[in-house]
């Protein structure tokens, strides 16, 4: 059978580091509020120069040479953002000619925190439809700079980043590695709870982002329980049997949670919150590349990914590496 299968990763971070003592100075806030109510010590902050797409092309490369392709034979690039380098045209194809790729085809996704979910699963269908036969997946975001620096409730929380994968297809056994099953869901009437105030279309400003934790926060454990008890059902495969959960690295507190209410094993859970803070549509697949460099996730290994966000929008997906 047609699978599209991850065959490398890769990852970049702004080169400045923030601290939340560094936060500190600029906000009414603690380290030790940020630690106990989040999880988070630090984030990256993109600097002059940084932008969405020169963070994605660079993790974009990385995960060209983790798997071993080169940037030519690929075919489709899905680039998940809420930060794009500009209104149109699409950050993706900044990236297309940045890698110097010809051809194909290149779009951005736009889920918000579950964008890299939604980019993986739209992959995995053209791919397996056989529209392309390689692609880059890619999570990347600069939220710094749609941030309120005044707003110590959600300036905290955020950081800049990439991660990105190469997907192929590939014809495998029935035990064989790639994508497994995938869920995505959207329900616009939450839509208020975490948002931007501002557009192209209404506003003509780019605007801040805006949000209500407590309430998102609520929504994040129960959809994501769901969505991942979906897959597993769709996959047939008992939670026991996962070897490793990438979850999207909003608050240590929603990890554990979700974890929790799956009877999942906490060191089975890719935490990454703490070193980058909640960095969008990135989170996942810099986690995954982490877990990956790192020897935690290894081929064979049965991996869960998972996100919530704005829209709200969430969903999961179960792949074996
Ligand atoms: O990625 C998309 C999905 N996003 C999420 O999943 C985020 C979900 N929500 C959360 O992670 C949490 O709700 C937060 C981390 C945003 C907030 O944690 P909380 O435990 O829900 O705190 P809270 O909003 O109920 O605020 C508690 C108190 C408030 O003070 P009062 O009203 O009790 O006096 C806040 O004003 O903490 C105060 N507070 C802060 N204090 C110090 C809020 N932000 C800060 C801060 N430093 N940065």
Same mark, same amino acid.
């Given at each position: 059978?047609?699978?599209?299968?991850?065959?490398?990763?890769?990852?970049v971070?702004?080169?400045?580091?923030?601290?939340?003592?560094?936060?500190?100075? +600029?906000?009414?806030?603690?380290?030790e509020?940020?630690?106990?109510?989040?999880?988070?010590?630090?984030?990256?902050?993109?600097?002059?120069?940084?932008?969405?797409?020169?963070?994605?092309?660079g993790?974009?490369?990385?995960?060209?040479?983790?798997? !071993?392709?080169d940037?030519?034979?690929?075919?489709?690039?899905?680039?998940?953002?809420?930060?794009?380098?500009?209104?149109?045209?699409?950050?993706?194809?900044?990236?297309?000619?940045?890698?110097?790729?010809?051809?194909?085809?290149?779009?951005?996704v736009h889920?918000?925190?579950s964008?890299?979910?939604?980019?993986?699963?739209?992959?995995?269908?053209?791919?397996?439809?056989g529209?392309a036969?390689?692609?880059?997946?890619?999570?990347?975001?600069?939220?710094?700079?749609?941030?309120?620096?005044?707003?110590?409730?959600?300036?905290?929380?955020?950081?800049?980043?990439a991660?990105?994968?190469?997907?192929?297809?590939?014809?495998?056994?029935?035990?064989?590695?790639?994508?497994?099953?995938?869920?995505?869901?959207?329900?616009?009437?939450? +839509?208020?709870?975490?948002?931007?105030?501002? !557009?192209?279309?209404?506003?003509g400003e780019?605007?801040?982002?805006?949000?209500? !934790?407590?309430?998102?926060?609520?929504?994040?454990?129960?959809?994501?329980?769901?969505?991942?008890k979906?897959?597993?059902?769709?996959?047939?495969?008992?939670?026991a049997?996962?070897?490793?959960?990438?979850?999207?690295?909003?608050?240590?507190?929603?990890?554990?949670?979700?974890?929790?209410k799956?009877?999942?094993?906490?060191?089975?859970?890719?935490?990454?919150?703490?070193?980058?803070a909640n960095?969008?549509?990135?989170?996942?697949?810099?986690?995954?590349?982490v877990?990956?460099?790192? !020897?935690?996730?290894?081929p064979?290994?049965?991996?869960?990914?998972?996100a919530?966000?704005?829209?709200?929008?969430?969903?999961?997906?179960l792949? +074996?590496?």
């Amino acid at each position: 059978m047609i699978r599209a299968v991850i065959t490398g990763s890769g990852s970049v971070l702004p080169a400045q580091c923030v601290t939340n003592d560094d936060l500190a100075q +600029r906000v009414d806030t603690t380290d030790e509020w940020i630690q106990e109510r989040t999880g988070i010590r630090q984030r990256y902050i993109a600097g002059e120069g940084e932008t969405t797409s020169s963070l994605a092309t660079g993790a974009a490369r990385k995960a060209l040479e983790d798997a !071993g392709i080169d940037a030519s034979e690929i075919g489709l690039i899905i680039l998940a953002t809420a930060t794009p380098d500009h209104t149109f045209p699409a950050t993706a194809t900044q990236v297309q000619a940045n890698l110097g790729c010809r051809g194909g085809v290149a779009f951005d996704v736009h889920a918000v925190c579950s964008g890299f979910l939604y980019a993986l699963g739209t992959a995995d269908s053209l791919l397996r439809t056989g529209m392309a036969k390689k692609a880059l997946v890619i999570g990347a975001e600069t939220f710094s700079r749609i941030l309120d620096w005044e707003d110590r409730t959600t300036c905290v929380l955020f950081g800049d980043g990439a991660g990105a994968v190469v997907l192929e297809a590939k014809d495998v056994e029935e035990d064989g590695p790639g994508i497994l099953a995938t869920r995505l869901h959207a329900d616009g009437e939450h +839509r208020e709870l975490l948002y931007v105030d501002g !557009g192209p279309s209404t506003t003509g400003e780019v605007g801040k982002l805006r949000m209500k !934790g407590r309430e998102v926060f609520r929504h994040a454990v129960v959809n994501l329980a769901d969505v991942l008890k979906e897959v597993l059902e769709d996959a047939s495969i008992d939670a026991a049997d996962v070897d490793w959960v990438v979850p999207h690295q909003a608050n240590a507190r929603i990890l554990d949670a979700t974890a929790r209410k799956l009877n999942l094993a906490p060191e089975k859970v890719i935490v990454t919150v703490d070193q980058h803070a909640n960095t969008s549509a990135a989170s996942v697949p810099l986690a995954l590349d982490v877990a990956k460099k790192d !020897g935690r996730i290894k081929p064979g290994d049965l991996v869960m990914f998972e996100a919530m966000g704005g829209g709200f929008t969430w969903g999961a997906s179960l792949a +074996r590496m």
